[in-house]
């Protein structure tokens, strides 16, 4: 099971911090993502980070001004944003594969969180 919490109303220019807990000790070694999906569009891949030394990938949208980290111990992985525009506005939702590898297709996880609403204001 994977729970996402920090969405919300955010500021644009401002930073936002998402955190997914999983449950289950299996989830600390597989590959963790963030993906979004704003309304009317298709679902997005954001972040990445693999299951073993724990590798990032980004997409082009939010290289540079995100990262994406875990903590095995407490079975957590988070996504920090900074300069958050509307175009950010999305459900941001946490998702896992059963390998230590990374993806950026969605079709690729079998575990997915409920999602959390993120708005930027301008």
């Known amino acids: 099971q994977l729970v996402e919490s920090g969405g919300g109303l955010v500021q644009a220019g401002g930073p936002l911090r998402l955190s997914c807990a999983a449950s289950g000790r299996a989830f600390r070694s597989y590959a963790m993502a963030w993906f979004r999906q704003a309304a009317g569009k298709e679902r997005e891949f954001v972040a990445c980070?693999?299951?073993?030394?724990?590798?990032?990938s980004y997409a082009d949208s939010v290289k540079g001004r995100s990262t994406i980290s875990r903590d095995k111990a407490e079975n957590t992985v988070s996504l920090r944003m900074n300069i958050l525009t509307p175009e950010d506005t999305a459900v941001y939702s946490c998702?896992?594969?059963?390998?230590?590898?990374?993806?950026?297709?969605?079709?690729?996880?079998?575990?997915w969180g409920r999602g959390t609403q993120v708005t930027v204001s301008s």
């Open positions: 980070i693999g299951g073993s030394i724990g590798v990032p």
């Open positions: 998702a896992a594969r059963a390998t230590v590898v990374c993806s950026r297709s969605h079709y690729d996880y079998g575990f």
